[in-house]
Structure formats: structure tokens, C-alpha cells
């Protein structure tokens, strides 16, 4: 579980992050969701300790990560898989070497061990035989997975991904949707994932945070978003015509 | 920003990129890609540079000293000369500020704006030590090798058009590039290259490390990382030979 209190992240004289308080949950795929701009990456990447945030505390299973330094936070670190909204996989480097660069850096694994842990990875993520390819030669919905994979090889205990589906068509973004929630359940990782995809948001959104104007507007699960009478709620979502059918329908 | 802002933010990631490293063999790995790919790459262009700027300095030696009192081997003496303390190690230098200068801030600066930085942070890896302490060493290994080929091929090229021209004896040449050498001179030729080596390699990388945006800042950061090295290697020169040879 990772629990966040009062957090308060400025740029300037960019308040972006008003004092958000909330959780997320183990064994869940967690979604926060909210207008472009409206500082999803900023929340995540302070979460994350990308951005130092300016008040609050960021709890990983009660250890207050907001107070360490940058060597104490690297036994959690070592925890976290991290997708980027671009994928962020190493350009120089092929697939497999990817895959492998933590295990490289953390772990005393043999060449053999590190390219069998890869290619369950990457198997994991349904790519074959990509291995000696670069990222440039894959397509994004690939690379996306790649950088899923890469997230996955140490095992991690708090998965997070930034619009996962961002770029990629419907079906595609579906497959990665599925993929991301059966690995939040089979490995009960704490799953945090940004989007603005409403598809996303009822397929896998277990519990689902939005964020309006640097506070948060609503926490609730998919089922609850398709019943609530909260304005924020029924402004963002429901401004789509195939949401409302969709909340007609099921109301 | 201005100058006092960006100095203390240089110094600042210097800090941070001597900081104790994350793990032996990634950095011997990456220590060898990068002497691969910044220095072996660069022995081509540094060959071709230094026997045509050889030649041409000894043919200039040749026309000043045009007076037939003065014996033939002064041109191979001052040809020696111009080489060792300045050509080799300076012109050579810029020419690798930016060569290597405007690959390290673009590559550098690529992998901030695609957040490939972010990621290599978010693993808890020192990512300004894991980024540029291999390319700080591997320049300070390969550019005083590259210097010291400049060097040769520069004398080199002075032989050359001994050889194959009127213009002066290449065995008077030859006696005047091996007259009473100064091992001093290659001491204080190597001291230069380390340092413009150093800030080659750490301006540039600062360049690329902090820029923001996407692609077209990364073209500035590279333009900015060849101008900012070639300023400091300049003015680092006159500082450094005040200090070696006063
Ligand atoms: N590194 C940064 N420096 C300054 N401002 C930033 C930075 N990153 C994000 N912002 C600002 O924070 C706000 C939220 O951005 P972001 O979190 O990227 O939105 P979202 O991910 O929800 O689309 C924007 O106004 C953006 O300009
Ligand atoms: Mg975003």
C-alpha cells in the first residue's frame, strides 16, 4: 500500500499540487485520472522522488519515503517499476539489454541467469524474438510492453505507469490493459497507473482517483464512477456522449 | 540563469558525478563504449587535420625563415615547436570539443527529454555519475593518445612536403624535429590536454543534463556544449601556459 498525505509540489509560481491526500491499494490497479495538465505526471514522478515535493509525506508500507535521502530510498527503489509515458527504454541499448540493465545493476545474477529472467519478462509481455532489435525498430504498443517488462524484472512490489495506452490504438491499448491488471493481481503489486482513457478507467479502474485543480475531486471504484452524482465526476467523464449512454444504460 | 547560477549547478553535478559510483563493472563496461565510441572514432579526423596543418606550418616556417643565413633544420625546429606546444594540444582540443562535445550533450540531452534519465533515477541509480563519470574518463585516457597521434602525423606532414617539394631538405627537416628536444614541452602539452579533456567532457555533459523541452533544445544544449568548451579551453590555455611556462 502506498499512502500519501497533504502533498504540496509548486514550479514556480505553478501550484500544481494543492494538498492531496489518498491511497492506494495492494493488489489493485489504481487510476488516477484527470484533464491533461492537470499534474498527473507531477503527482507520480513525486511520488516517486523525481520531483522533491514541497510539503507532505509519501508512505511505501508505512516507510516514509519523503524523508529519506537519495541512498536511503534506493532499498524501496529497488521495489518499484516504473513505465514512462514515452516508454523511456535506453536507445543504445537492444531489447534484451533493457531488460537486463537492473538486473545488472542490483542483483550478482550470472550472464545466463539475466537473459533467462529477461526473456520470462519479455515473455510475460507476449514478445518474442525481439531481443537483439533496438527500440527504434519496434512499434510503440511494443515498446510500451518492453518497458513494461523492464518495469517487472526486479519483481516489484509498486508498479507504476504513466498513460500506458497514451499513442496507441483501442485494441492495443486494451491488450496492455489487461496485461497490466493480471500482473497487478498475480504479483499483488501496489499498481498506480495515469490515464485519461476512459476505456481504461471502467475496464481496470478498482480504485480510481481524480484529480481537478490540484486537489482531488473523487475516489471511488469504476462501478461507484458510473452511479455518483459528484459534478467533477459527471463534468469530465460523462461530457463523452457513449459515457452517458453507457451511465444511462446501467442506471 | 545567469553565469553564477550555471557555474554553481555545474559544480554542483560535478558533486554529484564523483559521488561513490553505483557498481565496478557497469562502469568498466560503459568505460569501454564510450573510449569505442567517442575516441576510436576520432583518430581519422585528428590523422587528417594534423598532417595537413603539419605541412602547411612547416611550408610557413620555410617562407619566414627564407633568409640563407639561416640552415634548413630551423624549420623543422619550429615546425617541432608549434606543434608540441600548441597545435596538438589546443587546435586539436577544440576540433574534439566539438566533435565529441556536441555527441555527448546531444546524447545526453535525448535521453533527459525521453525521461531515460528519469528512469535510470527512478531505479535509485546515481544517473549523473552513471552517465558521465565514464565519459569523463574515457576521455582523459583517449585524448591525450589522440593528441600525442597528432603530434606525429603533424610532424609528419612537415616530412612530407621535405620529401616531395624544393622547398627545404627532408633530411634537414628530420634534424631539426630531433635537435635538442625538451621533454618539458610534451609534459606541459599532456598537462593542457587533460584539463581541456575534463572540459569536454563535463561542459557538455552539463549542456545535455540539463536541458528541457524536447528535441529542438536538445540541438541548442549541443550547440551551446561545442561553444561553452571551446570558450573555456581558450581561455584555460592562456591561464595554463602563463602558469607552465613563465
Ligand atoms: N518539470 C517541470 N517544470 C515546471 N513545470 C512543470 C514541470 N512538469 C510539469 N509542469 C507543469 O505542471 C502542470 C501539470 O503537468 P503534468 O503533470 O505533466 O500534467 P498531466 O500529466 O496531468 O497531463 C503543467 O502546468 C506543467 O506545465
Ligand atoms: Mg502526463
Not at chain 1, 494543492?18 to 484527470?34: A, D, V
Not at chain 2, 605541412?55 to 623543422?76: C, E, R, T
Request: with cysteine; net charge negative.
Amino acid at each position: 500500500m502506498i499512502r500519501v498525505e497533504d502533498i504540496h509540489k509548486s514550479f514556480g509560481d505553478n501550484h500544481v499540487l494543492k494538498g492531496i491526500t489518498t491511497s492506494f491499494e495492494q493488489g489493485k490497479t489504481n487510476l488516477i485520472i484527470g484533464q491533461s495538465g492537470s499534474g498527473k505526471t507531477v503527482f507520480m514522478k513525486s511520488l516517486l522522488g523525481l520531483h522533491e515535493v514541497d510539503s507532505g509525506q509519501i508512505f511505501f508500507d508505512d516507510r516514509d519515503f519523503s524523508k529519506m535521502s537519495f541512498d536511503e530510498r534506493k532499498d524501496i527503489r529497488k521495489e518499484i517499476g516504473m513505465v514512462f509515458q514515452g516508454s523511456a527504454l535506453f536507445d543504445s541499448l537492444t531489447i534484451e539489454e533493457n531488460v537486463i540493465f537492473p538486473l545488472s545493476m542490483f542483483t550478482n545474477d550470472t550472464i545466463e541467469q539475466k537473459r533467462e529472467r529477461a526473456n520470462f519478462c519479455l515473455q510475460r509481455v507476449n514478445l518474442e524474438n525481439v531481443n537483439e532489435r533496438y527500440p527504434a525498430e519496434l512499434s510503440g504498443g511494443m515498446q510500451k510492453r518492453v518497458a513494461i517488462a523492464r518495469a517487472i524484472a526486479m519483481n516489484p512490489k509498486y508498479l507504476f505507469l504513466d498513460e500506458p495506452n497514451s499513442g496507441l490504438d483501442p485494441k492495443t491499448a486494451i491488450v496492455i490493459d489487461n496485461l497490466v491488471q493480471e500482473l497487478t493481481k498475480e504479483y499483488q503489486m501496489t499498481t498506480i497507473v495515469n490515464t485519461h482513457d476512459m476505456n481504461s478507467v471502467m475496464e481496470i479502474g478498482e480504485n480510481i482517483i481524480l484529480i481537478k485543480e490540484g486537489l482531488k475531486a473523487w475516489q471511488g471504484s469504476n462501478d461507484e464512477l458510473l452511479s455518483t452524482n459528484n459534478p467533477d465526476i459527471t463534468d469530465f467523464i460523462f461530457s463523452s456522449k457513449l459515457f452517458q449512454r453507457i451511465r444511462k444504460a446501467s442506471n | 540563469m545567469n553565469l553564477l547560477t550555471h557555474t554553481g549547478r555545474y559544480f554542483l553535478m560535478l558533486g554529484k558525478v564523483f559521488r561513490k559510483p553505483e557498481k565496478f563493472s557497469v562502469y568498466r563496461d560503459m568505460f569501454f563504449r564510450e573510449v569505442d565510441l567517442l575516441g576510436i572514432s576520432s583518430f581519422g579526423i585528428v590523422v587528417f587535420v594534423s598532417v595537413f596543418v603539419g605541412a602547411a606550418v612547416a611550408v610557413q616556417a620555410a617562407f619566414n625563415i627564407d633568409d640563407p643565413l639561416i640552415p634548413d633544420f630551423y624549420i623543422g625546429l619550429a615546425t617541432r615547436a608549434s606543434i608540441i606546444l600548441e597545435f596538438a594540444p589546443t587546435m586539436i582540443s577544440l576540433i574534439l570539443a566539438g566533435k565529441i562535445g556536441s555527441n555527448i550533450a546531444s546524447n545526453i540531452g535525448t535521453m533527459r527529454v525521453t525521461e531515460q534519465i528519469d528512469a535510470i533515477e527512478v531505479m535509485g541509480i546515481n544517473s549523473a555519475s552513471y552517465l558521465i563519470l565514464p565519459k569523463i574518463l574515457a576521455l582523459l585516457f583517449i585524448n591525450p593518445l589522440l593528441i600525442i597521434f597528432s603530434m606525429l602525423f603533424g610532424i609528419f606532414g612537415g616530412w612530407l612536403v621535405g620529401e616531395f617539394t624544393p622547398i627545404y631538405s627532408a633530411v634537414d627537416y628530420l634534424s631539426g624535429v630531433t635537435m635538442e628536444f625538451e621533454d618539458f614541452h610534451i609534459i606541459y602539452a599532456l598537462i593542457k590536454t587533460y584539463f581541456f579533456a575534463f572540459v569536454i567532457a563535463s561542459v557538455s555533459a552539463y549542456q545535455g543534463y540539463y536541458t528541457k523541452g524536447g528535441a529542438i533544445e536538445v540541438g541548442k544544449s549541443s550547440t551551446r556544449a561545442v561553444v561553452y568548451s571551446i570558450i573555456v579551453i581558450i581561455v584555460l590555455n592562456y591561464i595554463l601556459t602563463q602558469l607552465l611556462l613563465s
